[in-house]
């Protein structure tokens, strides 16, 4: 039984730390703006209106964790999301929200930092 109770903590484990990965709003800033294509670092400054060094320490994190991918463009890279699946759950939490986005913003236990 100590097997298959491992198997679901280490599943359970590897869920939490995808989700730690869309947890941060630039991170979702990011992929929200590579949902429609691949976008070079200066492409994404410009859509998201962050700065060019969070843009930059967050792609880092994305590409590490497998998120997005990274292709050579001339003399850019362009990033793009890693998976098609990746733009379904994005879509899928926004029509999930449109039915518990009133329970989400009254929750005071996942307050942004």
């Keep these: 039984m100590q097997i298959v109770d491992d198997r679901k903590s280490a599943t359970i484990e590897r869920r939490a730390k995808l989700f730690r990965g869309f947890a941060d709003p630039s991170r979702l800033a990011i992929l929200g703006a590579l949902c429609n294509e691949p976008l070079a670092v200066h492409e994404i400054v410009e859509r998201t209106e962050l700065s060019q060094p969070n843009v930059s320490n967050h792609l880092r994190c994305l590409l590490d ?49």
């Design 65 to 113: 964790c497998g998120l997005v991918a990274s292709d050579r463009d001339g003399r850019f890279i362009r990033y793009r999301i890693s998976s098609p699946r990746i733009t379904v759950l994005l879509s899928d939490v926004d029509a999930l929200l449109d039915v518990v986005a009133e329970g989400v913003e009254a929750c005071d236990n996942y307050r942004g930092a």
